[in-house]
């Protein structure tokens, strides 16, 4: 019979790798450089992976060793070098200006961290690896989401639901036994790679008759 | 309840012969109150024969509307009389149609005496018809208000059955539904025949005149029968409001009494037209405007008269 | 028992769905489109009409029994219809006037040649016709929705038909919408009837009402009101009516003001008598009111019109509100338990509607032929017809004088029964509310002489006199079906008036499935002669008598004239001119004039303003040009509804802010809800 | 070739057959040709569900019950009309130099995979595969509505994606939520994740973490199907789109999202009982509808009218679901039928007036289109009717039923909401489309006026509709009362 592991070493080190996604995602919140945030989120990614890491040893779970594998070569290799590579060619200012201020923001964040641990308050008893993941994955689903809509660009924004993502996929690992089957694994995960492609093809075309990527300039469809 | 023949026979002579005499009495005493010799009473009957005798003259605009109205007009009239009771209770055509029917015949005579009023493109006969319809269609509600609380009375809308009851065991002249009623339908008899305060039937001003309006087109024979037509009109309406309020005296079969109930009505008949005189020679003409205030008054009258049967039974 | 009505019936509406297709078929060819289309009309009415007359007369039960026409597709929906004595009485009215506009247009839908697309025309003609038919057929609510739906359809294209006018479409929009808010309310009416019965079919619902709660009862009773209301033109819900009547081309006018308002009223019947159970006392009192403030505001509104086809639309309301009286006092006799007085008052409302629709229609079709001879719809250039549209002028004559309520025509029968209705009502109860019943006599009263006047007028400045406008001087008489169309309902009008008590004979079966009662023996005196109240010494009227009398006395003017007049002449003159030089149309009385002493008094209604402009050299009194206007507004137009719909579209432009294009807002929104529901829902 | 499979395999098979010919015209009869299968393949598929139940293909892997065989017919007829209306549109297209060849390409290849992922989609057996194929629908679709590459077709394509994904992305974490209570009860191997399996072990769920589940696919897939607050992209999305695919989008994609929904809403009712999932179902779908009704009085843009539109008739089915009587179910499936045949027709015949006027805005286009297309806005007009619940359409059928079966399981007031809300629509329609189609043209010509632009795409469906308004055969009804069954939560 299994029962939560929560004085386990694994259980630690997982509660540990959640606890840094969520400050690489704070810390994305209030990151003014664009570069910078884009490594952020490759870094967010890595945690995400060691998480899945430790699951798959702990459990010896081939099929989870895959999803490491994939996190590692998709979101902290490749999605950041693409992106990277398209803020690089495409020019764009540094500069982030969110909509709401920093301090604001670190604020709302934070409410809507203690959302996350209410939300998750009644099901810490079924969590099978450590404590509060749950908690952690909702965070960084609605901070992601408070993401999205503090940000102007469009890069910001993908980047923004690519932590969205990060949040489901820690909560898949963190809930279930280990992991999802690996074939909805696999859609999922090459649904997120052609999604950032799309995304990548659609700024760059905004950004060639938009001459910009601040997507307030995209409202001329009303009513 | 079978025709009788003589009947109508007699009360449409009797219609032909009194209501030129009626005008005619009443116009020879107006004059007399105002210390004028005035006209001799059977003035009118000699007018008609004039008429009668002289050519006419048609607008060229008019059509065969024109002609046909006076028919209507005077038939309309005539038909109407035989509908009331004039000298025995039955009246002769009271099986063809009650009050309801009376108004209806006395309101296709007006329909039709507008439209020929209407027909010559005259801007007089239009302010006629016009000032006409609009004064009858305040009148009626007062007319059929004051009509119903007798019918209501009565139980019925055939005018020989109210008289038949008014003239029952139970009748009482000063009950104050019969005094009300009575007042509302006299002021609507004013109204409906184109007295004063309403209307002037002696002037031709163009501005005042109401009846003599839609008449100034007519001449000859088509004239004698317009103003035959109002003639009678003016008795039938009187005789209702005699008999219907007060019906002694009339016969109730046929030839025994007949000469009696001729009298009293005649003697009504005189009393009512001393009561219009009166108020023509007392009164001055009303604004047009006016005269919805006076029919208004009228309305409540015929109202109060309702309510009163309502309440004191 | 007798399946010859049903068969007929049948072959009727196979005629129309005929009609339909033979219109579409020749969609092309519009001489072959107008012939097939209306002739097929004609057919399929004439087999209405037998199959009406022959029900009434043979199957004179009140069981009625229900034909499967197409097979049921879903639950609750049986598309089966229904032969009882009133559908077959309204299928009577539909065909019988849908005949006579049929064989009018063959002729006047000759000026749409080369125009407009007659097939189309036809098309929605028959399909109207086919969808009312099927209203009163219906066996079944659902049934009945989709055959309503359907009329209002094909209606609100007929309204557009001359869709090139602005005018037309705005009407067509305005009718479709009012046509659609009274069929909500219908659909809520008939489902709290389903909730009461557990089904839609009409057997179900036959006196479902006194098995519901107070509540629901009077919910549907006001649903319905609304409901068939605002299809029959009741005041307040009638703005409709005066915009979409005459921007409609004139056949369908006389189609809508003489058969679909009749719908409305036909619905009222089915449900308050048929299905509602013994009604409480202030359902009547309701109705008699509604109809009573109808008929006299109806018929002031109408007065002041001088656009020809709209007057005869406000005329339109003022009858249904004539018809409501009726239908009102029956339900209040009903409450008091009086079935004999109820049958009576129910056969006055009945007749006035035939009347109406008869009447309506040839009006409507004697206006479509004056409009069609002076391009105009305004009176104040028209004038002189009778001369030159002499048949014409004679058929709006006879309809004029029925309209208007006087004997001996069918106008004034239907209103002298509703007159006695309301005269022996007041002995039914001691209550304060007997009062109603004089008082709305009345107001009828006031009503039939106003609309005296306003035909006076209306006949006087269209047909009379001089021709105000080069168009009225050289107007030419209708075409050989139109007249014939005309003179159709004339002949009826006639008709119905002069023998009323052989007409109430078919109304029988009705009212004594309605109201229990079969009063035709108790109303006609003197084999038939004599139309009688229902009680025998209430009263009793005869046209015919009078209408014969009338031809006996005209002995007496003409035989004055033998004997006084025989060697006067007749010589035509010019009109008194007060010596000027002739007299010119515009010294004419006009149609405003007429009705201004009208308007004066009751100006607290009408708010009339008026603008005076006046050009002078030297003295006010010799006025070098003046320009007169004057206005008369709706009360309800400008106080109810045009603030209502002011309201909906600011209130629509405010929300379109929502969708304000920004990205970020709408990832809010979706924010929010998602808070909000993890905060919540949980 | 086994039907399921044939299902997935044929569109697939379409689009490489696209991607590899290069002329047009074979593209488009490649794609015909392959929905044309796929719809005969459906109805046997329906045939077989309504004589004996589920089906299940590669070990259960593909599944197709009677919500699914519905849904596969529908997408079929909408692609079919879809790609016989696509061709010659194009055609007109590359004649105004709207579009590039390459552009054209893009279209015959994305369409295909579009239907394949919505095949995908109702046929899986696994949650995670359909939210998969969902998404897959979701990218193939945003390129398709770039596919013009304006300015504004570029800001709804962005609108769509970003909002569309992160409603995915929370509709997958409902998905693994379910996984993870699914998890709970079984011991240390792989539960499978098979909704066929789930919805047996539903009632030992628990019922928190399911709760929770659906709240989140509740609003992912709901911003999919374009419910009430979650709509914002839907009009952008389907105005900027070329006309075939907002007829795609509006026709079935919205459905697609609204299915994946009702199988959370099943299992959500299998474990707590069917209140919660119900009353929020009936919350989104009545805010959608008064919602639309505002938006379409008002809207100034023919393409936009008809998205709110769709988005009122989402929410009556939304309702009609929520009302959760078999009755009213039964209602909301057969007005998706309805739905899907008539809303192709009126953006078929929008994208004809949009290419014959040039633009969408009512101000601009101007009355009279009755004269200058009559053939289009005969077929524009009947569509009207029909999308405005007026007989002898079947929405009128669909739309009262749903209603009366509101008022037979007692919620007077909801129906009544709902009839109000209809009603506003309705007149709104009637208001715009009186704008345009009646009335004397500005004098302008648009060539030849009796053109048949589009008219077989609009025939068929305008055909079907009238056919199946009057009757239905009776499999279909079979398979209707199978879904509204299983909606219903019956074994």
Same mark, same amino acid.
């Given at each position: 019979m299994h029962t939560a592991p929560t004085s386990e070493i694994p259980a630690q080190l997982i509660a540990l790798f959640a606890a840094l996604m969520l400050v690489a995602q704070l810390l994305l919140a209030v990151q003014r450089m664009l570069l910078t945030s884009i490594r952020l989120f490759a870094i967010q990614s890595l945690f995400l992976a060691g998480i899945a890491a430790v699951v798959a040893y702990s459990h010896n779970a081939f099929h989870v060793y895959v999803v490491v594998a994939l996190t590692l070569i998709g979101k902290v290799a490749f999605l950041p070098w693409l992106l990277d590579r398209q803020v690089r060619r495409m020019k764009i200012i540094q500069e982030i200006e969110p909509l709401v201020n920093f301090p604001m923001s670190m604020l709302i964040c934070g409410g809507l961290t203690l959302l996350g641990y209410l939300v998750a308050r009644p099901f810490t008893s079924l969590e099978r690896l450590g404590n509060n993941t749950l908690a952690v994955a909702i965070t960084l689903v609605l901070t992601g989401f408070f993401l999205m809509i503090n940000r102007r660009k469009a890069i910001t924004q993908v980047l923004a639901l690519l932590t969205v993502e990060n949040g489901v996929m820690l909560a898949a690992v963190a809930l279930t036994t280990y992991g999802m089957p690996l074939v909805v694994e696999l859609g999922i995960f090459f649904d997120v790679l052609v999604a950032v492609m799309i995304l990548g093809i659609l700024v760059y075309r905004i950004r060639e008759t938009f001459a910009s990527m601040d997507i307030s300039k995209l409202s001329q469809l009303k009513g | 309840m079978n025709l009788d023949l003589t009947a109508i026979v007699l009360q449409t002579v009797l219609l032909l012969a009194l209501a030129p005499l009626i005008t005619g009495i009443i116009k020879n005493w107006k004059a007399r109150l105002q210390n004028r010799r005035g006209p001799p009473v059977w003035q009118p009957y000699l007018d008609l024969r004039k008429f009668f005798g002289k050519d006419m003259v048609i607008s060229e605009h008019a059509s065969w509307v024109f002609s046909f109205s006076p028919y209507v007009v005077f038939i309309t009239a005539l038909l109407a009389g035989l509908l009331v009771p004039m000298v025995t209770v039955q009246a002769p055509l009271s099986l063809f149609g009650g009050v309801l029917a009376l108004v209806g015949l006395l309101a296709l005579g007006r329909f039709f005496l507008a439209l020929g009023g209407l027909d010559p493109a005259s801007a007089f006969g239009g302010m006629g018809s016009s000032r006409e319809m609009t004064i009858a269609a305040i009148a009626e509600p007062a007319l059929m208000l004051a009509v119903f609380t007798m019918a209501i009375a009565a139980g019925s809308t055939d005018i020989s059955r109210i008289v038949a009851a008014t003239l029952g065991p139970d009748w009482n002249l000063l009950s104050p539904m019969h005094v009300l009623a009575f007042a509302a339908l006299f002021i609507v008899l004013l109204a409906e025949t184109g007295r004063l305060p309403v209307d002037n039937p002696a002037t031709h001003l163009e501005l005042t005149m109401i009846h003599e309006a839609m008449l100034l087109e007519y001449s000859g024979r088509y004239l004698a029968l317009m103003e035959w037509g109002a003639s009678i009109k003016q008795l039938v309406l009187m005789t209702l409001l005699v008999n219907v309020f007060f019906p002694f005296g009339l016969a109730v079969a046929a030839p025994a009494g007949l000469g009696f109930s001729l009298l009293t009505y005649g003697a009504k008949l005189l009393v009512v037209a001393g009561f219009v005189v009166i108020v023509e020679t007392t009164n001055a003409k009303l604004r047009l405007f006016r005269v919805p205030d006076l029919l208004s008054a009228a309305f409540v009258l015929a109202g109060l008269a309702l309510l009163s049967t309502f309440l004191f039974q | 028992?007798?399946?010859?009505?049903?068969?007929?019936?049948?072959?009727?509406?196979?005629?129309?769905?005929?009609?339909?297709?033979?219109?579409?078929?020749?969609?092309?060819?519009?001489?072959?489109?107008?012939?097939?289309?209306?002739?097929?009309?004609?057919?399929?009415?004439?087999? !209405?009409?037998?199959?009406?007359?022959?029900?009434?007369?043979?199957?004179?039960?009140?069981?009625?029994?229900?034909?499967?026409?197409?097979?049921?597709?879903?639950?609750?929906?049986?598309?089966?219809?229904?032969?009882?004595?009133?559908?077959?009485?309204?299928?009577?009215?539909?065909?019988?006037?849908?005949?006579?506009?049929?064989?009018?247009?063959?002729?006047?839908?000759?000026?749409f040649f080369g125009r407009k697309n007659l097939g189309v025309f036809g098309a929605f003609f028959n399909s109207v016709l086919m969808a009312t038919t099927l209203v009163f057929l219906a066996d079944n609510a659902f049934f009945f929705l989709i055959a309503w739906e359907l009329m209002a359809l094909s209606t609100y294209f007929l309204v557009s038909f001359e869709h090139e006018k602005e005018e037309s479409r705005n009407a067509g929009v305005l009718y479709f919408?009012?046509?659609?808010?009274?069929?909500?309310?219908?659909?809520? !009416?008939?489902?709290?009837?389903?909730?009461?019965?557990?089904?839609?079919?009409?057997?179900?619902?036959?006196?479902?009402?006194?098995?519901?709660?107070?509540?629901?009862?009077?919910?549907?009773?006001?649903?319905?009101?609304? !409901?068939?209301?605002?299809?029959?033109?009741?005041?307040?819900?009638?703005?409709?009516?005066?915009?979409?009547?005459?921007?409609?081309?004139?056949?369908?006018?006389?189609?809508?003001?003489?058969?679909?308002?009749?719908?409305?009223?036909? !619905?009222?019947?089915?449900?308050?008598?048929?299905?509602?159970?013994?009604?409480?006392?202030?359902?009547?009192?309701?109705?008699?009111?509604?109809?009573?403030?109808?008929?006299?505001?109806?018929?002031?509104?109408?007065?002041?019109?001088?656009?020809?086809?709209?007057?005869?639309?406000?005329?339109s309301i003022e009858n249904i509100g004539i018809i409501l009286m009726g239908l009102g006092a029956a339900l209040m006799f009903l409450h008091t338990g009086h079935p004999l007085l109820a049958s009576l008052a129910l056969i006055a409302g009945l007749y006035h509607t035939i009347n109406h629709a008869v009447f309506k229609a040839l009006l409507f079709l004697g206006a479509g032929a004056v409009v069609h001879a002076t391009h105009t719809r305004n009176m104040e250039e028209m004038g002189g017809l009778v001369k030159r549209m002499p048949q014409t002028a004679f058929c709006f004559l006879v309809g004029a004088v029925a309209i208007s309520a006087l004997p001996p025509l069918n106008g004034f029968v239907s209103e002298w029964l509703t007159y006695q209705s309301l005269l022996q009502g007041f002995g039914t109860t001691s209550s304060l509310i007997r009062l109603m019943f004089p008082l709305g006599g009345a107001m009828l009263a006031l009503t039939g002489a106003l609309a005296a006047a306003c035909f006076v007028k209306a006949y006087g400045i269209t047909f009379l006199a001089q021709p105000r406008s080069e168009h009225a001087a050289c107007a030419h008489e209708a075409g050989a079906p139109e007249v014939a169309g005309q003179f159709l309902l004339t002949a009826v009008c006639v008709v119905l008036g002069l023998f009323p008590t052989q007409f109430v004979r078919l109304l029988d079966p009705v009212t004594s499935q309605l109201a229990g009662f079969a009063l035709s023996t108790q109303l006609s005196q003197a084999n038939g002669l004599v139309l009688a109240g229902a009680k025998a010494t209430g009263g009793s009227v005869s046209t015919l008598g009078l209408a014969l009398m009338a031809v006996c006395l005209l002995p007496v003017p003409l035989g004055l004239w033998w004997v006084f007049a025989r060697e006067t002449t007749v010589r035509r003159g010019p009109t008194w001119d007060c010596g000027l030089q002739g007299l010119t149309p515009r010294m004419e009385y006009t149609a405003t004039g007429f009705s201004k002493p009208i308007r004066m008094i009751f100006k607290a209604l009408f708010r009339p303003r008026r603008e005076v402009q006046r050009e002078y050299d030297f003295s006010p009194y010799f006025a070098k040009n003046l320009r007169f206007e004057s206005h008369v507004e709706e009360v309800f137009q400008t106080r109810i509804y045009r603030p209502l719909n002011w309201l909906v579209w600011r209130v629509s432009r405010r929300m379109r802010a929502l969708q304000a294009g920004s990205l970020q807002a709408y990832l809010i929104y979706i924010f929010v809800t998602l808070v909000l529901l993890l905060m919540f829902a949980l | 070739m086994s039907l399921l499979a044939s299902l997935l395999f044929v569109p697939a098979g379409a689009a490489l057959g696209c991607s590899l010919v290069r002329s047009r015209r074979v593209m488009a009869v490649l794609g015909m040709l392959a929905f044309g299968l796929t719809l005969a393949v459906g109805v046997a598929l329906l045939l077989r569900v309504a004589a004996d139940g589920a089906v299940t293909e590669w070990s259960g892997f593909l599944r197709a019950d009677a919500l699914s065989a519905w849904m596969v017919v529908l997408i079929s007829v909408v692609s079919l009309a879809t790609s016989v209306y696509a061709g010659r549109y194009f055609q007109r297209d590359l004649v105004a130099r709207v579009v590039t060849e390459w552009q054209v390409k893009e279209f015959f290849i994305l369409t295909p995979l579009f239907g394949c992922g919505m095949f995908l989609a109702v046929l899986a057996n696994s949650l995670g595969v359909m939210w998969a194929a969902v998404e897959a629908t979701a990218l193939s679709s945003v390129l398709l509505v770039a596919l013009y590459n304006r300015r504004t077709s570029l800001e709804g394509a962005w609108k769509y994606v970003i909002l569309g994904s992160l409603g995915l992305a929370l509709a997958l974490l409902g998905t693994v939520f379910i996984y993870a209570a699914a998890c709970k009860g079984s011991s240390r191997q792989l539960p499978s994740f098979d909704w066929s399996y789930l919805v047996t072990i539903a009632p030992q769920l628990d019922p928190r973490l399911v709760r929770l589940a659906f709240v989140f696919a509740l609003v992912g897939y709901g911003t999919k199907a374009g419910l009430a607050p979650m709509h914002t992209w839907l009009p952008d999305a389907h105005s900027e789109a070329p006309s075939p695919t907002s007829a795609m989008l509006s026709g079935v994609s919205l459905k697609i999202a609204l299915y994946a929904l009702l199988r959370f809403h099943i299992l959500t009712a299998a474990c707590l009982g069917p209140a919660f999932s119900c009353h929020l179902l009936l919350g989104f779908g009545l805010l959608s509808m008064f919602l639309a009704a505002p938006f379409i009085l008002v809207q100034e843009n023919l393409k936009r009218m008809l998205a709110y539109s769709s988005l009122e008739h989402v929410g009556l089915i939304c309702v009609g679901i929520g009302l959760g009587t078999p009755l009213t179910i039964f209602g909301a499936l057969l007005h998706m039928g309805y739905h899907a045949l008539t809303k192709p027709v009126l953006f078929f015949a929008a994208g004809n007036i949009h290419q014959s006027c040039h633009t969408l805005e009512f101000r601009l286009i101007g009355p009279g289109m009755v004269r200058l297309l009559p053939v289009t806005v005969l077929c524009l007009g009947l569509a009207a009717v029909a999308a405005t619940g007026l007989p002898p359409f079947g929405l009128f059928f669909s739309e009262l039923t749903v209603i009366s079966g509101g008022v037979a399981a007692g919620q007077m007031t909801i129906s009544v909401l709902v009839l109000a809300a209809l009603i506003a629509c309705f007149c709104g329609m009637l208001r715009q489309f009186t704008r345009i189609l009646p009335g004397e043209p500005k004098a302008r010509s648009l060539g030849d006026g009796r053109r048949m632009d589009g008219v077989p795409a609009m025939g068929l469906l305008l055909g079907g509709l009238l056919v199946f308004s009057v009757w239905l055969p009776r499999p279909v009804l079979d398979i209707m009362h199978q879904a509204a069954g299983i909606i219903g939560g019956e074994p």
């Open positions: - | - | 028992m007798n399946q010859l009505p049903q068969t007929l019936l049948l072959l009727t509406l196979l005629g129309y769905v005929l009609g339909v297709v033979a219109s579409l078929v020749c969609l092309r060819a519009e001489k072959a489109a107008n012939f097939c289309g209306f002739g097929i009309a004609c057919l399929a009415a004439l087999t !209405g009409i037998a199959a009406s007359i022959t029900g009434l007369l043979t199957g004179a039960t009140t069981a009625h029994e229900s034909v499967q026409i197409l097979p049921s597709l879903i639950p609750y929906i049986r598309f089966s219809i229904r032969l009882d004595p009133l559908s077959l009485f309204f299928t009577l009215l539909v065909s019988l006037v849908g005949l006579a506009i049929a064989i009018y247009s063959l002729g006047y839908n000759r000026q919408v009012m046509s659609h808010i009274g069929t909500g309310c219908l659909i809520l !009416g008939f489902l709290l009837l389903f909730q009461a019965s557990g089904g839609y079919g009409f057997e179900g619902f036959h006196a479902v009402g006194v098995t519901m709660a107070a509540g629901p009862r009077n919910a549907a009773f006001i649903l319905f009101l609304v !409901g068939f209301g605002v299809k029959a033109g009741v005041i307040p819900l009638h703005i409709w009516l005066p915009v979409a009547h005459p921007a409609a081309p004139s056949n369908v006018s006389a189609m809508m003001s003489g058969v679909l308002i009749k719908t409305g009223i036909y !619905g009222l019947i089915r449900v308050y008598f048929d299905f509602m159970g013994a009604p409480p006392n202030w359902w009547g009192v309701t109705i008699l009111t509604i109809g009573t403030i109808s008929a006299v505001l109806g018929v002031l509104y109408a007065l002041m019109e001088h656009d020809l086809k709209r007057l005869l639309a406000y005329h | -």
